[in-house]
Antibody, heavy 116, light 108 residues
């Protein structure tokens, strides 16, 4: 069974970099699929941040592209998100996910607050 | 960028009634349209992919239809556990995706 476990701080200071990691079990990242990040501000809808393939090919939301970096570590079966220069507008629940065209597996979600 | 507009924003119905949720795309997405259900404190759950295909394990009361720019999610007879927020999502430029703003289905 595919499981995604997120880790990372729940509080980030303005102007700093948000960093989250998603550890996958039950499936090897190297075997395929796109691995991505979605966020949801409090009381609002879903926003796709970006996705990465096991080869390292990346795809980002144009509105966040200048601040987003994603990476994959196949040796640890993990993928990661970095979002730089955060502001209060980046406060949200962040989800990692394995995206297929017919199925999606989600992490548990990490609430992240940007505040000094 | 393709924009998805969902209507209505909120739908108030009673258990046993039929729910019809709409999703309109700013340009054709062919049949690359999915529907998700999200309950408070939970990750979204994929219900329908490619406009009309139900995910394994999703009850038959959920159905999707449409192509091009106009899509519908229908719940034939509402169960108490169906009251949630529903999102449509397009994948025309896979793996890039966009979501609609959501429809809240609430108990009348």
């Amino acid at each position: 069974q595919v499981q995604l476990q997120q880790s990372g701080p729940g509080l980030v200071k303005p102007s700093e970099t948000l960093s989250l990691t998603c550890t996958v079990s039950g499936y090897s990242i190297s075997s395929g699929y796109y691995w991505g990040w979605i966020r949801q501000p409090p009381g609002k809808g879903l926003e796709w941040i970006g996705s990465i393939y096991h080869s390292g090919s990346t795809y980002y939301n144009p509105s966040l592209k200048s601040r987003v970096t994603t990476s994959v570590d196949t040796s640890k079966n993990q993928f990661s998100l970095k979002l730089s220069s955060v502001t209060a507008a980046d406060t949200a629940v962040y989800y990692c996910a394995r995206f297929g065209t017919r199925d999606v597996y989600w992490g548990q979600g990490t609430p992240v607050t940007v505040s000094s | 960028e393709i924009v998805l507009t969902q209507s209505p924003a909120t739908l108030s119905l009673s258990p046993g009634e039929r729910a019809t949720l709409s999703c309109r795309a700013s340009q054709s997405v062919s049949s690359y349209l999915a529907w998700y259900q999200q309950k408070p404190g939970q990750a979204p759950r994929l219900l329908i992919y490619d406009a009309s295909n139900r995910v394994t394990g999703i009850p038959a009361r959920f159905s999707g239809s449409g192509s091009g720019t106009d899509f519908t999610l229908t719940i034939s007879s509402l169960e108490p556990e169906d009251f949630a927020v529903y999102y449509c999502q397009q994948r025309t430029n896979w793996p890039s995706i966009t979501f609609g703003q959501g429809t809240r289905l609430e108990i009348k």
